[in-house]
């Protein structure tokens, strides 16, 4: 929650943190940007350090870490300085997130785990939908700083619970005492930021620019020679265990299309609301109020329905939510009413929490013993370059911002949101990968004779199951 809170607060604070620090729209960008770089770069690699050493060890320091650096910002005297300790956020970020997901894997078996992801879902949901609330309201009362400095106590008590938990022990760590190599966590950390940083500049600088390509190529060369370094690796950061896992690949490719679509569609739909329909932006913020209200109440439902249903059906059922949300938004128009509007983000929440719920319980559910953490820092990985890909995918088919007329955004939109929506439909080819429901049958043969009562299967397969 605390990750989420900080991302959607900030969005509010960087005007009054332009003007109080006399910086550039370049600047206030950065202060995104070097988070973004930071925490996505290090997700993987968080993770695997957590498996060796101990996710409770990582939500601490990750969480103590995360509330200095936030009072680091709120005295900040330039924003050279917020930019460098937002950097420093994102790496404390990297190490929060992976291991509150390996912390379910650890605590709940997997046939249990769709209840406690759903409930992490709402969280995130709930917290992402008060950020822009409560920013508002302390910035216009506190200034930007103050934005910054409830995330200090909130980290202080989650450094509390990390010392009272008592968490089982990992039933993978048969590998602590081998020397994890920097060099296949280095290159996936250049990978990953060459490619952030440059779908992060597409908005300004556009697809064909030497800039982009340049960061695209770079990222896919960089990649290459991890994929070459892995295979060769008797220690790799991803472990064949995991790279081989067809329910943690298809989770997080459906993961990735999903997000494009999902975020991409948010995107576009907000500069329409504000520069077509001339909105502010907390009106444009209540518009879009029903997506994290079906996200909060549709979570637990999606836990249900996973655990009824399977991975595969919910999985499908879900990404056809999404694709059929930010269709219906494509159609769309200055003449729909916010009733009609709502209904689409209501479509929009209860499709994305749904695939939200499956892929988490089914990529960490399916993590080899003591691989929790590698697997959750992959799967945040998707979550958090698949928005990056679906802005950069709407930032090149909108116009610039300003001095258009809302009949030529309307186009534009309609067009931008068709193509997330191919892009949120090449999520159901992962999610068709995905394992259908374990239907119970009769007990094995010659437990019948001793009377056994059969064991319930769990609803994943994981490896250690097979």
């Given at each position: 929650m605390i990750v989420a809170l900080d991302g959607s607060v900030l969005f509010v604070a960087q005007p009054r943190l332009q003007r109080d620090l006399s910086a550039t729209?370049?600047?206030?960008?950065?202060?995104?940007t070097a988070y973004l770089l930071a925490v996505a770069s290090l997700l993987v690699l968080a993770g695997r350090l957590g498996d060796r050493y101990g996710h409770t060890r990582l939500l601490l320091i990750g969480s103590l870490g995360f509330g200095a650096a936030s009072a680091g910002i709120a005295v900040a005297p330039t924003?050279?300085?917020?930019?460098?300790?937002?950097?420093?956020?994102?790496?404390?970020?990297?190490l929060l997130q992976p291991a509150t997901l390996?912390?379910?894997?650890?605590?709940?078996?997997?046939?249990?785990?769709?209840?406690?992801?759903?409930?992490?879902?709402?969280?995130?949901?709930?917290?992402?939908?008060?950020?822009?609330?409560?920013?508002?309201?302390?910035?216009?009362?506190?200034g930007w700083r103050s934005v910054f400095v409830i995330n200090v106590p909130a980290a202080l008590v989650i450094g509390l619970l990390c010392l009272a938990a008592r968490v089982p022990a990992a039933g993978g760590e048969r590998d602590a005492g081998r020397r994890l190599e920097a060099g296949g966590a280095l290159l996936l950390a250049a990978a990953l930021a060459l490619l952030v940083n440059a779908l992060a500049g597409v908005e300004l600088h556009g697809w064909a620019d030497r800039r982009t390509v340049a960061g695209l190529l770079g990222s896919a060369a960089v990649a290459a020679v991890l994929v070459r370094h892995e295979r060769r690796s008797r220690n790799p950061l991803v472990p064949a265990a995991v790279a081989r896992s067809v329910p943690v690949t298809a989770s997080m490719a459906m993961l990735l299309f999903t997000a494009s679509g999902m975020f991409g569609a948010l995107f576009t739909s907000t500069y329409f609301l504000q520069y077509a329909l001339g909105l502010d932006p907390?009106?444009?913020?209540?518009?879009?109020?029903?997506?994290t209200a079906m996200m909060i109440v549709g979570a637990p439902l999606a836990g249900r329905l996973l655990r009824v249903l399977?991975?595969?059906?919910?999985?499908?059922?879900?990404?056809?939510?999404?694709?059929?949300?930010?269709?219906?938004?494509?159609?769309?128009?200055?003449?729909?009413?916010?009733?009609?509007?709502?209904a689409t983000f209501a479509l929009l929440g209860a499709g994305y929490a749904t695939v939200m719920v499956t892929a988490t319980g089914t990529v960490v559910g399916d993590a080899p013993p003591g691989y929790a953490g590698v697997v959750g820092g992959l799967k945040q990985t998707a979550v958090n370059i698949g928005p990056v890909l679906g802005i950069a995918v709407a930032a090149g088919l909108l116009p610039a911002a300003g001095g258009v007329q809302a009949e030529q955004w309307e186009g534009a939109m309609g067009t931008a949101l068709l193509v997330l929506a191919a892009t949120a439909a090449l999520a159901l080819?992962?999610?068709?990968?995905?394992?259908?429901?374990?239907?119970?049958?009769?007990?094995?043969?010659?437990?019948?004779?001793?009377?056994?009562?059969?064991?319930a299967a769990p609803y994943l397969t994981s490896p250690s199951e097979v």
């Amino acid at each position: 929650m605390i990750v989420a809170l900080d991302g959607s607060v900030l969005f509010v604070a960087q005007p009054r943190l332009q003007r109080d620090l006399s910086a550039t729209l370049a600047q206030v960008q950065w202060t995104s940007t070097a988070y973004l770089l930071a925490v996505a770069s290090l997700l993987v690699l968080a993770g695997r350090l957590g498996d060796r050493y101990g996710h409770t060890r990582l939500l601490l320091i990750g969480s103590l870490g995360f509330g200095a650096a936030s009072a680091g910002i709120a005295v900040a005297p330039t924003v050279g300085w917020v930019i460098a300790l937002r950097a420093a956020q994102g790496v404390c970020g990297a190490l929060l997130q992976p291991a509150t997901l390996a912390l379910l894997r650890q605590v709940y078996p997997p046939d249990r785990l769709g209840l406690p992801v759903a409930l992490r879902t709402s969280a995130i949901g709930a917290a992402a939908a008060a950020g822009p609330l409560l920013g508002g309201f302390l910035v216009e009362e506190f200034g930007w700083r103050s934005v910054f400095v409830i995330n200090v106590p909130a980290a202080l008590v989650i450094g509390l619970l990390c010392l009272a938990a008592r968490v089982p022990a990992a039933g993978g760590e048969r590998d602590a005492g081998r020397r994890l190599e920097a060099g296949g966590a280095l290159l996936l950390a250049a990978a990953l930021a060459l490619l952030v940083n440059a779908l992060a500049g597409v908005e300004l600088h556009g697809w064909a620019d030497r800039r982009t390509v340049a960061g695209l190529l770079g990222s896919a060369a960089v990649a290459a020679v991890l994929v070459r370094h892995e295979r060769r690796s008797r220690n790799p950061l991803v472990p064949a265990a995991v790279a081989r896992s067809v329910p943690v690949t298809a989770s997080m490719a459906m993961l990735l299309f999903t997000a494009s679509g999902m975020f991409g569609a948010l995107f576009t739909s907000t500069y329409f609301l504000q520069y077509a329909l001339g909105l502010d932006p907390l009106d444009s913020v209540l518009r879009s109020l029903p997506l994290t209200a079906m996200m909060i109440v549709g979570a637990p439902l999606a836990g249900r329905l996973l655990r009824v249903l399977g991975a595969r059906t919910t999985a499908l059922g879900g990404s056809l939510l999404v694709v059929l949300g930010i269709g219906w938004l494509a159609a769309t128009d200055s003449g729909t009413g916010p009733v009609a509007m709502g209904a689409t983000f209501a479509l929009l929440g209860a499709g994305y929490a749904t695939v939200m719920v499956t892929a988490t319980g089914t990529v960490v559910g399916d993590a080899p013993p003591g691989y929790a953490g590698v697997v959750g820092g992959l799967k945040q990985t998707a979550v958090n370059i698949g928005p990056v890909l679906g802005i950069a995918v709407a930032a090149g088919l909108l116009p610039a911002a300003g001095g258009v007329q809302a009949e030529q955004w309307e186009g534009a939109m309609g067009t931008a949101l068709l193509v997330l929506a191919a892009t949120a439909a090449l999520a159901l080819v992962p999610a068709a990968l995905l394992p259908g429901a374990r239907r119970r049958t009769g007990p094995p043969p010659g437990d019948a004779s001793r009377g056994r009562p059969e064991r319930a299967a769990p609803y994943l397969t994981s490896p250690s199951e097979v």
